[in-house]
């Protein structure tokens, strides 16, 4: 499978942002996909998880601001962001795996998200 993320871009703290990762394949096929985040000088982080069945998963500095969603019709996996923060300033990759919760190894291109201040 090949990942493709898109949406990424600037936006001002307290503003929104959405994320698009289309999958080349049936995502209702593949277990587990989500959202990592790299700021500078940090490692990949995780933002948001989702299975196909259903379950999800935040990480700890998103929870109540951002969703995970799939849509199954489009292949595509969503990461919408609000009340953006400049910490949440990275490039983030989409990622897809085997095994729920679980970093996968399946990584997208990277897609940058800059908030600012």
């Known amino acids: 499978v090949q990942l493709a993320e898109s949406g990424g871009g600037a936006a001002n703290s307290g503003g929104s942002l959405r994320l698009s990762c289309s999958a080349s394949a049936r995502i209702s096929d593949i277990r587990a996909m989500g959202w990592y985040r790299q700021g500078p000088g940090n490692e990949r982080q995780l933002v948001a998880e989702?299975?196909?069945?259903?379950?999800?998963r935040y990480g700890d500095s998103v929870k109540g601001r951002f969703t995970i969603s799939r849509d199954n019709t489009k292949n595509t996996v969503f990461l919408q962001m609000n009340n953006l923060k400049p910490e949440d300033t990275g490039v983030y990759y989409c990622n897809a795996g085997a095994i729920a919760f679980r970093m996968g190894d399946v990584w997208g291109q990277g897609t940058r998200v800059t908030v600012f201040s």
């Open positions: 989702c299975t196909n069945g259903g379950s999800t």
